[in-house]
Nanobody, 123 residues
């Protein structure tokens, strides 16, 4: 099973980026999916989650209203639209597939992980 995240890059504060994550070798249509990030010297943290079928979403408070998670099960993909980026959003972003159909915020609840894509936001 492989999850591949891409779409990161170097942007300026206020810019937007869209991260994509494509799964191969199996479908995750029955799994919740999530995005996490890890800044240098910090622990990996939950950013956003989406339950199977897109029935529910959740965001960490600092990104709510700026980031939007979505999924396209026909493409076996999950996306993170990031608007109004801030320097504190700089981190490596990871996509992950949950062990069940309902999202949660704990990293241990996610079984499959992508390799990460770096987002750098300059001020």
């Amino acid at each position: 099973v492989q999850l591949q995240a891409f779409g990161g890059g170097l942007v300026q504060a206020g810019d937007s980026l869209r991260l994509s994550c494509i799964a191969s070798r199996r479908t995750f249509s029955n799994n919740a999916l999530g995005w996490f990030r890890q800044a240098p010297g910090k622990e990996r943290e939950f950013i956003a989650g989406i339950s199977w079928g897109g029935r529910g979403t959740a965001y960490m408070p600092s990104v709510e209203g700026r980031f939007t998670i979505s999924r396209d099960d026909a493409k076996n993909a999950v996306y993170l639209q990031m608007n109004n980026l801030k320097p504190e959003d700089t981190a490596v972003y990871y996509c992950a597939a949950h062990r069940s159909s309902i999202y949660s915020t704990a990293t241990s609840d996610y079984r499959y992980w992508g390799q990460g894509t770096l987002v750098t936001v300059s001020s």
